[in-house]
């Protein structure tokens, strides 16, 4: 695999069986824009242009690019493809109603989260390992910070698992297919946000310890804080058998005794 290979995830998928089954779970329909990110050589945008209203593609590749111009010129010329070359993390996006897409996959956390500010649907093809880590509940052995954040905003599942095979060139790992819906209502409240999805990672890096402990390693609160809310909450716990949710009770709780 060549350095650019790599850096952008350029694994094409080679089989039209599963760019169908993509267009089917991701339930495309007439009406609907539908972002793609990663043109690539355009074997999932041509699926998605013969069943929806319009496409807008994202592709970072200069090269993929105007391969992607000329093999859709007619469909760009009656504005039924929008292509658009750059970064897909810093380009400004148009409205879309639903994204589908083979995405790079040294970008997937930082794109499933540039996405969300628009609420639409998402599908998209990942590492299965980052998807098992997506959807991972409280207690299980695999949950991460990642499942944690992703509960706070998502709603969502694997739709199928993909063997690596069907790329060329073939990737290291097998890939999944996931649909993640954005919920309507987020628990976190927008003055909290950074501060404790940070302090989520933080305390998630020793997962397997109790909560007090990993708290305390935060250095954000003192060992009476912590103590002074051990009666409300099972401190002693293992800090991967609480929700999200819960742990967002808990740092409510000190914050607001300062
Ligand atoms: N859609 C094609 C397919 O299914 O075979 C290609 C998928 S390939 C996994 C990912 C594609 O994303 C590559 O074409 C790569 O050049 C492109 N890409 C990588 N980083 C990108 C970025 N930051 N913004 C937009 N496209 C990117």
Redesign the pocket.
Known sequence: MTNKTKQ??????IDNNIINKEIKRADVLESQIIL??????G???EALLQKAKKVIC????KE?FVHLKKKFQKQIQAKKLQLIQ????DVQIPYFDKCV????YS?SSPLIFRLLEFKKPMYFMVQKEFAQRLFTKRGDKNYSSLGAVCSIYFDGHICFNVSKNVFRPVPKTDSAFVKLIPKEKIILSKKDEKKFISFLRHIFCHKKQNIKKTILNTGLFSKEKIEKIENEFTMTMKTYKFSAEEIYEIYKRLDVLG
């Open positions: 952008l995830g350029q694994n094409f998928l793609e990110i990663g043109g690539g050589k074997i999932l945008t994202i592709e970072l590749d993929l750059g970064d897909c993390l897409a083979n995405i790079p970008i």
